[in-house]
């Protein structure tokens, strides 16, 4: 081999010994960038799971007072409603024992000039009105309407704080 060619094997061995120390260098610097960026992705990540565990546990806390509520509500409304159920069994009761007499006012025909005999007790609320009793099963067939439709308020009434307390 010529000095010549000698000369351009060792100048062509150390571009490729400097090629392959700029690749390692390369290596070195682009594998700590990667490194540091991975570190902030999961640094990312972590950020991101805590604040859906945060919502989470805040949804639960939520749920949780939102079923409380509602149960509140409800036993609110199962009070009411048993105690109308007791209020109108005691004024069955009592209308079914004479106890109690249900009596309506009577509208004064002041045209036809007349008028349904009045009864006048001592004990009455109204004194200048002119007042008829109900016979006890019209009074109990009374009560047994005013019952439903008492039911009924409560149960609506139940309802409508229940969408209150959703829409919260």
Do not use: F
Not at 78 to 89: E, M, N
Not at 94 to 123: F, I, M
Not at 127 to 149: C, E, S
């Amino acid at each position: 081999m010529s000095p010549v060619a000698w000369k351009l094997a060792g100048v062509l061995a150390l571009m490729l010994v400097t090629a392959g120390g700029v690749w390692q260098v390369q290596d070195w610097r682009y594998g700590k960038q990667l490194a540091e960026q991975a570190g902030l992705h999961t640094d990312d990540l972590t950020t991101i799971s805590n604040a859906a565990a945060a919502q989470v546990s805040a949804d639960q806390d939520k749920r949780l007072a939102l079923e409380q509520r509602l149960s509140a509500s409800e036993e609110t409304h199962y009070r009411k409603l048993s105690d109308a159920q007791k209020d109108q069994a005691r004024l069955r009761d009592r209308l079914a024992t004479s106890d109690l007499r249900l009596s309506v006012l009577l509208a004064e025909d002041s045209a036809g000039g007349c008028s349904v005999p009045t009864d006048t007790e001592a004990g009455g609320v109204d004194h200048g009105r002119a007042r008829a009793r109900l016979d006890p099963a019209h009074a109990q067939r009374i009560v047994a309407i005013t019952d439903a439709g008492d039911q009924g308020l409560i149960a609506l009434a139940a309802c409508q704080e229940y969408v209150r307390e959703l829409n919260r």
